[in-house]
T-cell receptor, first 117, second 111 residues
Framework: GAVVSQHPSRVICKSGTSVKIECRSLDFQATTMFWYRQFPKQSLMLMATSNEGSKATYEQGVEKDKFLINHASLTLSTLTVTSAHPEDSSFYIC?????????????FGPGTRLTVL | DAKTTQPPSMDCAEGRAANLPCNHSTISGNEYVYWYRQIHSQGPQYIIHGLKNNETNEMASLIITEDRKSSTLILPHATLRDTAVYYCIVRVAFGNEKLTFGTGTRLTIIP
């Protein structure tokens, strides 16, 4: 199956700093990628839809100035958590849908665990 | 997208078939049923999807009732590695690509 990677897998940072998370589709191109957040013992919540070459679409309640998304190529999307605070500590997961015809499922990355001290 | 209802948890003995039910009584004619699973601290993994016919792949089988208001995911010979949270999601195949995750079913395989 299609492989999606995330980097880093785990990050610990101080409150007030910014953290960048990368999501890469390794063996396919993805015009659209998605960013989710998952708090302990809860389900995944979609944060935003990332479209290559255009602005991301954010879900209601997600601050676009705090969670900056850049989708500069067909294989890479980045999520930057700006001025992170302890309440931003969570498991961040990206997914990608192959641009190629015939695919209508999304493939998920392994996730990035962010801990803000 | 239509809502889905799943039991919060289930147990299954190792080696037996695990049958996970999902209700989606408000499903529309152009909506597919997707199943994903999430093993602890990992990203979700795609399992299978279907529209109205039963589907089978190397991981599982998907049985959709004739009225499409419910479905069952079948893991034919469950192993300990199948312990995970299983999500049943209903959405159109193209256009609105969002996946809305519910609370899923926590499946525990018992040795």
């Amino acid at each position: 199956g299609a492989v999606v990677s995330q980097h880093p897998s785990r990050v610990i940072c101080k409150s007030g700093t910014s953290v960048k998370i990368e999501c890469r589709s390794l063996d396919f191109q993805a015009t659209t990628m998605f960013w989710y957040r998952q708090f302990p013992k809860q389900s995944l919540m979609l944060m935003a839809t990332s479209n290559e070459g255009s602005k991301a679409t954010y879900e209601q309640g997600v601050e676009k100035d705090k969670f900056l998304i850049n989708h500069a190529s067909l294989t890479l999307s980045t999520l930057t958590v700006t001025s992170a605070h302890p309440e931003d500590s969570s498991f961040y997961i990206c997914s990608a849908r192959p641009t190629a015809r015939g695919y209508n499922e999304q493939f998920f990355g392994p996730g990035t665990r962010l801990t803000v001290l | 997208d239509a809502k889905t209802t799943q039991p919060p948890s289930m147990d299954c003995a190792e080696g037996r078939a695990a049958n996970l039910p999902c209700n989606h009584s408000t499903i529309s004619g152009n909506e597919y049923v997707y199943w994903y699973r999430q093993i602890h601290s990992q990203g979700p993994q795609y399992i299978i999807h279907g529209l109205k016919n039963n589907e089978t792949n190397e991981m599982a089988s998907l049985i959709i009732t004739e009225d499409r208001k419910s479905s069952t995911l079948i893991l034919p010979h469950a192993t300990l590695r199948d312990t995970a949270v299983y999500y049943c999601i209903v959405r159109v195949a193209f256009g609105n690509e969002k996946l809305t995750f519910g609370t899923g079913t926590r499946l525990t395989i018992i040795p």
